[in-house]
């Protein structure tokens, strides 16, 4: 299955995950690393034994070709990705990563093959969280949460998915309605997540499929009930409804995404600090950054795209 998206935006981001035994996962990099590379696509991909996750963006054939690839392995034969636009390459290099974990949790024996939550297409969603007998919990870390979340969502503030885990232990209270209803980005914490609430004795837990993303595409702004912009992970930062390019820009000193009202704070310097970090950053840190940015800026000047943007 796939969802595509009309546009006259000139690249392709796909964004896939699937979780499946793959024992021969470390054959599979090199081959697929050379093949993205050939085929102009950018981004990244992690391999691991528990199957495949990743975003990848280049000119259409490109990504088509390397979808058409990782689905004539018999592993990943069933493979669903979401699809969006960027008006740039959102993507700098190629990377095709091994790892223990395809999105880490830090709890061992959790298998979303196994256990797994009941997935609520996104239409609907707003019915789900909307009964006032469901508790909507955003799993996603406080980055991403600043700029937008579901409407009522409780928001955990994680600074990493690792955390995740201790939050639900230190917070009884989530046992107080029958129904937990999940999301993130596009679908793949929220399978660990869920798995997790199981194991925990959570009996109704539910997780939006596709996530945020297949929910900006489908549900229509004038009946959602999200508010704000979803933060992605690539050069577009965020995206809004029907998946359009948002308006914030990244801070490469923390990497927090900023909106055009805080570029204008004092504490806002290009590459340098923002008002999420100038407080953490030591005139030493600020000095370096800015040895940085003077870099990419000569960079630009040479029409080359500096490593450090």
């Given amino acids: 299955m796939t969802d595509s998206i009309n546009s006259s935006s000139s690249f392709l981001v796909a964004a896939l995950y699937h ?32 199957g495949i996750n990743g975003t990848i963006g280049g000119p259409d054939e490109g990504v088509r070709t390397v979808l058409a690839y990782l689905r004539a392995q018999p592993e990943f034969a069933t ?23 395809i999105v880490t949790m830090g709890v061992e024996n959790i298998d979303p093959n196994k256990v797994v939550g009941t997935y609520v297409a996104a239409k609907d969603w707003n019915e789900l969280i909307s009964d006032p007998d469901t508790i909507a919990i955003d799993t996603r870390n406080d980055y991403e949460t600043a700029i937008g979340v579901f409407r009522g969502a409780v928001d955990p503030q994680t600074k ?15 046992h107080n309605k ?11 914490r929220c399978e660990k997540a869920t798995a997790f609430m199981k194991e925990q004795g959570f009996d109704e ?71 999420h970090c100038y407080g953490t950053r030591s005139e030493e840190d600020r000095l370096r950054y800015r040895q940085r940015q003077h870099q990419i800026a000569l960079a630009r000047k040479r029409g080359q795209k500096h490593i450090g943007t």
């Fill in 19 to 50: 979780f499946v035994s793959v024992p021969r996962f470390e054959s599979l990099r090199e081959p697929l690393q050379a093949l993205c590379q050939d085929n102009g696509v950018k981004g990244t991909l992690l391999l691991a034994h528990e």
């Fill in 79 to 101: 493979l669903e990705h979401k699809e969006s636009r960027a008006s740039k390459m959102p993507f700098l290099r190629m990377k095709v990563k091994l790892k223990k974990e």
């Fill in 160 to 174: 990493t998915f690792r955390e995740f885990p201790d939050w639900v232990r230190n917070n009884p209270g989530l």
């Fill in 178 to 188: 029958p129904k937990i209803a999940m999301y993130c980005t596009g679908g793949i």
């Fill in 205 to 275: 837990v539910y997780h939006l499929k596709g996530g945020i993303l297949k929910y900006l595409e489908e549900v229509p702004q004038e009946e959602s009930l999200w508010e704000g912009a979803c933060f992605v992970f690539d050069e577009r930062v965020s995206v809004e409804h029907g998946l359009k390019e948002g308006e914030h820009k990244l801070c490469h000193a923390c990497r927090n995404p900023i909106t055009a009202e805080e570029i204008t704070s004092p504490h806002y310097e290009e590459g340098v600090s923002c008002s």
